[in-house]
């Protein structure tokens, strides 16, 4: 006899395959729209099929959106000389909070990552180069993850693109705002230090 | 009501046993204590919200995996720490319950890092990085092993070209996986094979009469240079001058006989072939 009703079942099962849910959360999950008026589950349920239906990828950047090109992509006040790359498209949102930034965007969808079977082929590396040749671009920020992988993606990408004669930088490395140096190790101070400038 | 009131004085006599116990021996404790090693990080994997799981090779404990609460946080303690290959002093403690270990804190011996922006490096510590997990058991002390990735990383950080340490590592992986045949006579008719042209195969190495089809052959030069290789430091073979030929020869053997041994293919390796730059 099953410990459940067939569609609870299910909808635990369904839960259960989200990343960091298991058995225990996926049925408070359960329980809790079991619970929730129907207008409340229907809501979620249509969001979830909007979601997979509407979100595509941006045939320019590669960003994640609703309406090709992107909003980033479209925008007529954006400046259309700078391009900064990132790894995913949530790292995104983490420059947009900044609100200094106002330049184009371009996702690799990853990093180079031999171990998890990525190389060159399978980042979202072409299209990048054909904005270059094609676009008024005068500077590449590249804004991977200050990782092993995320730097030698940095290098791959600066090497591929600095003989198309763009100015190639890197985000800043170091010590972040808000720690104390005492707690920094080795590595980290020394690209600070490394990445120091004028005052 | 009788038997009511016995079953009440037993439960009492049992906790006063139990309090007594406490009392005298001490609380039993699911202590955790707290163990310190080098480690080798071999690799890691974002996990759950900001936390990663770290697969590494410690000194004196062997292969390990651990979670790392917190480590992707921009300001983690782990700081660079859990980088592959970063050479760590690491403070953990494991349950009996559970398989990975809870790493505490992580100290920074030496950074490989650097020498890891080249693609083609990367690609280098990856396939040492991946060889080394799938031939080494969980829990297995394997002292050798973690010596041999440091000789390896220092000399690829030290500016070594990358096929001769590649072929020193594949050929030691096999040695200390006890795998590797007598490299100075056939495994079937113990012919000598020493100016022979010879094939190696998962069985042995094997001489021309006993050469089955379909076996690949080894060059004099390779075995030459794997002969050296079982008595010889790296830094001292590379110094001498080698046929690239005769490295990709030793490598592309060993590699063959670790695939046979772990039966499958090493994803790493079809990308370093890949890799028309420095890797050949």
């Not at chain 1, 950047?61 to 000389?81: H, K, Q, W």
């Not at chain 2, 410690?58 to 300001?75: D, F, I, L, P, Y």
């Not at chain 2, 083609?120 to 510590?125: D, G, K, R, W």
């Not at chain 2, 200390?176 to 100016?195: E, F, I, Q």
Request: hydrophobic share 40%; aromatic share 6%.
């Amino acid at each position: 006899m099953p410990d459940f009703a067939e569609p609870i079942a299910r909808l635990i099962d369904q839960f259960k395959r989200l990343p960091g849910i298991g058995q225990k959360t996926a049925q408070r999950l359960a329980f809790h729209l079991l619970r929730a008026g129907p207008e409340e589950a229907i809501a979620l349920a249509d969001s979830i099929r909007d979601a997979k239906l509407k979100i595509r990828e941006c045939s320019v950047c590669n960003n994640i959106t609703d309406a090709d090109p992107c909003l980033y992509c479209a925008s007529a006040t954006r400046n259309r000389t700078v391009i900064c790359v990132v790894e995913e498209p949530h790292n995104i949102i983490a420059i947009e909070r900044t609100r200094q930034y106002n330049g184009l965007y371009h996702v690799l969808g990853g990093a180079l990552s031999p171990l998890e079977g990525v190389g060159p082929d399978q980042l979202k590396l072409r299209g990048l180069i054909e904005r270059l040749k094609t676009g008024p671009v005068q500077e590449i920020i590249i804004a991977t993850n200050p990782t092993a992988e995320g730097e030698a993606t940095a290098v791959y990408v600066s090497k591929l693109i600095k003989p198309l004669g763009v100015r190639v930088t890197r985000i800043g490395v170091g010590i972040p705002v808000g720690s104390d140096l005492e707690y920094a190790d080795e590595i980290t101070m020394l690209k600070a230090m490394e990445g120091r400038r004028d005052l | 009501m009788r038997g009511s009131l016995r079953c009440d004085n037993y439960i009492h006599l049992r906790f006063a046993a139990r309090v007594r116990w406490v009392l005298t021996v001490g609380a039993p404790t699911t202590s955790m204590p707290v163990r310190e090693s080098e480690a080798l990080i071999l690799r890691s994997f974002p996990l759950g919200e900001a936390d990663r799981l770290v697969s590494f090779l410690s000194r004196s404990e062997g292969r390990m995996r651990g979670v790392a609460s917190g480590a992707r946080r921009t300001k983690s303690r782990f700081g660079s720490t859990l980088e592959p290959f970063s050479y760590v002093r690491m403070w953990f403690y494991e349950r009996q319950t559970r398989e990975l270990v809870r790493i505490n804190q992580c100290e920074l011996i030496e950074s490989f890092l650097e020498a890891q922006r080249d693609y083609a490096v990367s690609l280098a510590f990856a396939l040492v990085s991946e060889v080394t997990e799938a031939v080494l058991g969980e829990h297995e002390v394997a002292e050798p092993n973690f010596r041999l990735l440091l000789v390896i990383a220092r000399a690829i950080k030290a500016g070594a070209k990358l096929p001769l340490p590649l072929a020193y590592f594949a050929f030691w992986i096999v040695r200390l996986g006890g795998w590797m045949p007598a490299l100075d006579r056939c495994s079937r008719c113990g012919a000598d094979v020493h100016n022979a042209r010879a094939s190696m195969a998962r069985s042995g190495l094997f001489c021309p009469n006993c050469t089955l089809p379909g076996q690949r052959t080894i060059s004099q030069e390779a075995l030459q240079l794997a002969r050296r290789m079982a008595s010889e430091k790296l830094e001292r073979l590379m110094k001498a001058n080698f046929a690239t030929a005769a490295i990709d020869d030793v490598k592309d053997h060993m590699l063959n006989l670790v695939e046979q041994h772990i039966e499958k293919k090493l994803q790493t390796r079809k990308m370093t072939a890949d890799e028309p730059g420095q890797l050949k």
